[in-house]
Structures are given as structure tokens and as C-alpha cells.
């Protein structure tokens, strides 16, 4: 029966790979450089900053090896929560994960692949979000359709953009126009400029962690998490840095600071006009590479809540012919439409979720860090294939980090973000009905 059949081990560690590197791959590469580049002092502390992103992930990535290792499960992040803080944390996060956290980047990438779609063919005065909708509706079926339709698509579209941010790398740093003059302001920026330039470099890196709520579909191996987690984030911080090396090198650092539109910019100079094109079509193939993993690993969350709470049982039914949680992916889609449609009354519907899903992921992302330490010492004799070296030093570094995040995501952004904490503490009555129905059914 549907209901009984369990994710199986139907990815390598190429597949998972592919999912994370079209996860982290997004839209972000394409905005957040010159904000960055503004914050340095010279082009090297610029080539640093994103260093930096890139190991911070590792960190981030060791922790998350270990638990992937110890717990695999269909559920990720959910399930480590629920192991070391118990069901309450756990059901509120996988709530959140359902109508904050995921489905607001889903509908946020969505909004930005509208707005580039329209640039190419545009559907009237509400073209970004009709194209937002119709690409929400369009993957989760193809999700719908199957693991291995989700997952040929999702290499399919890393692959294009990974080959299409090569060919713009290599054309920038071939490139012999006329560079600006290197910035000669200080060594290090100050700490508002240095915390400001990290917000959007682990921004643009954001996205590896999804590997979690693959494990239990992940070929059985002593390291295969850990290779997962590292082939992805090595193969973005190249990519990362080699676009950052390309546009020093055809605009210069002040070159970057003015530009709005950098990736433009640098193709423009190389191409003319056509490169406007180009680029849309680039951005495009990105977000919606963003989305299809997004909508493929947020089902699983939704799936995980579905089996341990019968409140919300519907969704934790897999279908077992298709290797895919259904239910979950339709009720996901769901929601993500009703997001679009809230973003469409806003100014910038992207803005606007971004705003609503940050401090919330930061916030469980920061629980999960702490995790570690918990399972650590509830599951002492836990088999672990992995442990995260320089213990427990790896993951209070990585505490940190996501400590300064949550506080950076209240501190700088708009209303949007106290929306998505009140959307987050909706889910306390949810979970008092689910008590209370385990409480009547025991008794009944």
C-alpha cells in the first residue's frame, strides 16, 4: 500500500551532488557581487570574502556530515531536531519549513524567473507572477512524475548553468578591454563593511545544506555525505571565484561598485547587445534550477512531518512506484502559489521573500548546529561513519556563524521578516491540537 512504501537508496553521490550544486547555483552569483565588491577594500580582500563563504560552508558541512552519517532520513534538519530537542522544536521547524522557509524561497526564485521570463516574452501587467505560478506548477509536477524525472531535470539544469557561468568566466578573464585602476583603500574594511559583505556572500552560497533531506536516498557509504557535501560546495567556490576573477578583470573593483548589473555589464562590453539576452537567459536557467531542487528536497520535510504527526497525515504518504512523497509536493506547491499571490500585492514580491524567510532559517539552522552537541552526548554509542573533526571547536565556529545571521536578518530587513516569525509562532496551536488528539485517542 502507498501509505507503507519508504524513500529508497536510488541516488549516487553524482545525483546528489547535482541537486546541491543546482541548489547553491541561483540567482544570487548574479546580484549580490557588486554589493560585496562594495564592501571591500582592494580586489584581494574581495577574492577573500568569498574564500570565506566558501570554508564557512565547509564548516557548516563537517557538522553536517556527521549527522547525515549517524540519522539518515528522509527528513534532514527535522529529524536531527526532533532527536535532540524532542517533537515540539522539531514540529515547529518542519511547519515552518512548509510555510515559511521553503516555500518562501521557492516562491521568491519564482518571482525573480518571472521577472526575467517577462523580459523575453512578457504576459501583460502581472507577467512576473503568472510566470512565477506557471513555473511553480510546471516542476512540481514533473516531481510529481518521479524521482528519476526530478533528478535528470535537476542535472540537467546544474549542468547548464555550470557551463554557462564557465563560458562567461572564461570570456571575462580572456577579455583585454581596459580595466579600472585597483581600489587603494585599506587592507581590511571595517566591521559594519565586512559584516555586510558576509550577509550576502553566505547568501549566495546558501543552499548546500538541502543534502540533509537526501540521505536516506543517498547510496549507503561510510562517506558518501561528506563527498556529497564537499564536491558541491568545492564545485561552487571554484565557480564563485572564477566569475569574481572575471569581472575584476574586464570592470575593475570600482567598475563592480557602480555597476547594478554586473554580469550585464561585463557581457555588454563583450557582446554588445546581445549580451542582455544572454544573460536573462543564464539568470533564468538559475532560478529555475533553484527551484526544482528546492521543490524537490522541501517535499521530503513535509513527507517527514506527515509520517510522525496523523494531524497532518496526509502528507506522509510516498509513493513507492515513483520513488516521491505526492501529497507533500501537491500541498508545497500549494502554498508556494498562495506566497506568489501574497508577493503580488507587495512592491517587490522577491524583496519581500527574502525578508519573510530568512530569520526562520537561521534560526533552525543555527538549532541544528547545536544538535551536534546534544546527540553527541543522548547517543553516545550512535554509530557514527563520520565525525566532525576538531571537536567540538568545528561546531561552535559554525553556532556562530549562524548566530550572526539571524541577528544580521532581524536587524537589516524590513516587516517581511516579523511576517514570517508570526507565520512561524501559527504553528504553536497546530501543535497544542495535535497533543491534544494524541491525548483524546490514548484515553478514547
Not at 553521490?13 to 582592494?42: C, H, R
Not at 515552518?96 to 516562491?107: D, E, K, N, S
Not at 572564477?242 to 575593475?252: E, I, T
Not at 548566530?403 to 516579523?418: E, H, N, P, Q, V
Request: overall charge positive.
Amino acid at each position: 500500500m502507498l501509505e507503507f512504501a519508504r524513500p529508497q537508496e536510488t541516488l549516487s553521490v553524482v545525483d546528489a551532488a547535482a541537486i546541491v550544486v543546482g541548489m547553491v547555483l541561483g540567482v544570487g552569483i548574479f546580484k549580490t557581487p557588486s554589493i560585496v565588491a562594495a564592501s571591500a577594500e582592494s580586489e584581494g580582500m574581495l577574492m577573500l570574502l568569498w574564500l570565506a563563504g566558501g570554508l564557512a560552508s565547509v564548516v557548516g558541512a563537517l557538522c553536517y556530515a556527521e549527522l547525515m552519517s549517524s540519522c539518515p532520513h528522509a527528513g534532514g534538519d527535522y529529524h536531527y531536531l526532533a532527536r535532540a530537542f524532542g517533537f515540539p522544536p522539531a514540529f515547529l521547524y518542519a511547519w515552518a519549513r512548509l510555510a515559511v522557509i521553503q516555500t518562501g524561497a521557492i516562491a521568491m526564485v519564482a518571482f525573480l524567473a518571472g521577472d526575467y521570463a517577462s523580459e523575453i516574452f512578457r504576459l501583460g501587467p502581472l507577467s512576473s507572477s503568472l510566470y512565477a505560478a506557471l513555473f511553480i506548477v510546471f516542476l512540481t509536477a514533473v516531481n510529481i512524475a518521479g524521482i528519476r524525472q526530478g533528478k535528470v531535470t535537476q542535472m540537467l539544469l546544474a549542468a547548464g548553468i555550470l557551463f554557462g557561468l564557465l563560458v562567461v568566466s572564461a570570456a571575462g578573464i580572456l577579455a583585454d578591454g581596459p580595466r579600472a585602476p585597483v581600489s587603494s583603500g585599506g587592507i581590511v574594511p571595517g566591521r559594519q563593511a565586512l559584516g555586510t559583505a558576509m550577509i550576502f556572500v553566505l547568501l549566495t552560497y546558501g543552499g548546500w545544506n538541502e543534502a540533509s533531506f537526501l540521505s536516506a536516498e543517498v547510496r549507503q557509504g561510510p562517506h558518501n555525505p561528506l563527498k556529497v557535501l564537499l564536491f558541491s560546495i568545492g564545485t561552487v567556490t571554484a565557480v564563485y571565484l572564477l566569475v569574481n576573477v572575471a569581472l575584476l578583470n574586464s570592470l575593475g573593483l570600482s567598475g563592480m561598485v557602480s555597476s547594478k548589473a554586473v554580469m550585464a555589464d561585463m557581457m555588454r562590453g563583450l557582446l554588445g547587445a546581445s549580451a542582455g539576452a544572454v544573460v536573462s537567459l543564464l539568470i533564468l536557467l538559475a532560478a529555475v534550477s533553484t527551484m526544482n531542487a528546492s521543490i524537490m528536497t522541501g517535499a521530503r520535510t513535509a513527507y517527514a512531518l506527515g509520517r510522525d504527526f496523523p494531524v497532518l497525515g496526509i502528507l506522509g504518504r510516498w509513493q513507492g512506484r515513483r520513488q516521491t512523497p505526492v501529497n507533500a509536493l501537491l500541498v508545497q506547491g500549494g502554498v508556494a502559489l498562495a506566497l506568489v499571490a501574497l508577493g503580488t500585492g507587495a512592491h517587490d514580491g522577491f524583496v519581500m521573500m527574502v525578508e519573510y524567510s530568512a530569520p526562520v532559517f537561521w534560526l533552525f539552522f543555527l538549532m541544528v548546529g547545536v544538535s551536534v552537541f546534544l546527540l553527541r552526548r543522548r547517543y553516545p554509542d550512535l554509530p557514527r561513519p563520520f565525525r566532525v573533526p576538531l571537536y567540538p571547536l568545528t561546531p561552535l565556529v559554525f553556532i556562530a556563524i549562524c548566530a550572526f545571521m539571524l541577528y544580521a536578518s532581524l536587524a537589516y530587513t524590513g516587516r517581511g521578516a516579523w511576517v514570517g516569525v508570526c507565520v512561524l509562532l501559527s504553528g504553536i496551536p497546530l501543535w497544542v491540537w495535535q497533543k491534544q488528539r494524541r491525548t483524546a485517542d490514548k484515553y478514547s
